[in-house]
C-alpha cells in the first residue's frame, strides 16, 4: 500500500484537503496502478513558525527583493 505524506502550511479547508486527495490518488493510480482504495495519503500541517528556507522561518517578514534565493539562482 502507497502512503503519500503531504507537508503544507496550516489553514487549508477540508474541502480543499479533499479536491487533493482525489487529485493525489487518481494520478498516482493512473502513473503506478493499483486500486484507488490501496492508496493512503496523510496531511500533515505546518505552522509557518515550524518550516524554515534558507536558513529563515517561513513566519519571518520577507526580506528585500533579491534576498532570498529563487529557483533561477538555484540551477
Known amino acids: 500500500m502507497p ?3 503531504i507537508e503544507m502550511f496550516e489553514g487549508r479547508s477540508d474541502e480543499q ?3 487533493c ?4 490518488t487518481e ?5 503506478c496502478g493499483g486500486p ?4 493512503h495519503i496523510v496531511f500533515q500541517d505546518v505552522a509557518k513558525s515550524d518550516w524554515a528556507v534558507s ?3 517561513c513566519s519571518d517578514p520577507k526580506p528585500e527583493e533579491g534576498s532570498w534565493p529563487s529557483i533561477a539562482h538555484t540551477r
Open 17 to 19: 484537503k479533499r479536491a
Open 55 to 57: 536558513g529563515r522561518l
Open 27 to 31: 494520478a498516482f493510480v493512473e502513473t
Open 3 to 5: 502512503v503519500i505524506r
Open 36 to 39: 484507488p482504495s490501496a492508496v
Open 21 to 24: 486527495a482525489a487529485a493525489v
